[in-house]
């Protein structure tokens, strides 16, 4: 099915911007696959196949993305660009105020916690060690560190010669998110739902 983004769409942005969200709506309203990069990274016992095995990892991605039509929803840039980015079409990449992902976080890790909802496999989310702000395990950790970081690898991405091929649309905020849905028909809830 032809979209206004493309067949080959990657759903990008650090944790908590509503990546799998609004990978599933578009899956669903284009007729594409969804391939959810956390269900192919995360083994049973929180164990990170990038870290662990990351040939097998790229494998995997390769594998979930020969055909023409998917929406890939997470992050993991280094692996992606070793792997579907040269055939990519469009990022959507969800830059969102870290505020916005913090409150995010918190009460998405709290939901999950209290109804303990099963993640990719045998995990489960731990919602006391993300209070833990000096750790490295702790999401509200990650969503400040990162955030810098994956700013300046898309701004790099999109001067990069070799990702020439590849559109961005950015998205800001959460009202950005809203009309952008909207000018392409997408159906389903809004992206910010997940973490309500």
């Known amino acids: 099915m032809l979209t206004p983004l493309g067949t080959r769409i990657?759903?990008?942005?650090?944790?908590?911007s509503g990546k799998s969200t609004l990978g599933e709506r578009l899956a669903k309203s284009f007729g594409l696959r969804l391939v959810d990069l956390d269900s192919i990274n995360w083994l049973p016992g929180w164990v990170s196949l990038a870290e662990t095995d990351p040939e097998r990892f790229c494998d995997r991605l390769n594998t979930e993305t020969q055909d023409d039509g998917w929406v890939v929803a997470g992050s993991y840039t280094r692996f992606c660009q070793q792997t579907f980015w040269p055939r990519l079409?469009?990022?959507?990449?969800?830059?969102?105020?870290?505020?916005?992902?913090?409150?995010?976080?918190?009460?998405?890790?709290?939901r999950r916690w209290r109804t303990k909802e099963l993640l990719w496999g045998t995990n489960h989310e731990q919602f006391w060690p993300h209070l833990k702000v000096w750790?490295?395990?702790?999401l509200i950790?990650?969503?400040?560190?990162?955030?810098?970081?994956k700013r300046e690898t898309m701004i790099?991405?999109?001067?990069?010669?070799q990702f020439a091929h590849i559109r961005v649309?950015?998205?800001?905020s959460a009202r950005e998110?809203?009309?952008?849905?909207t000018e392409l028909g997408v159906r389903g809830k809004d992206p910010g739902e997940h973490n309500r």
Do not use: E, F
């Open 89 to 110: 079409k469009t990022i959507v990449w969800l830059d969102l105020p870290v505020p916005v992902l913090l409150w995010r976080v918190l009460k998405r890790s709290w």
């Open 156 to 161: 790099r991405t999109m001067a990069d010669p």
């Open 141 to 149: 950790w990650w969503i400040v560190s990162q955030s810098r970081v």
């Open 10 to 16: 990657h759903i990008y942005g650090n944790s908590c």
């Open 135 to 138: 750790n490295r395990d702790s």
């Open 177 to 181: 998110l809203q009309l952008l849905c």
């Open 169 to 172: 649309v950015r998205v800001r």
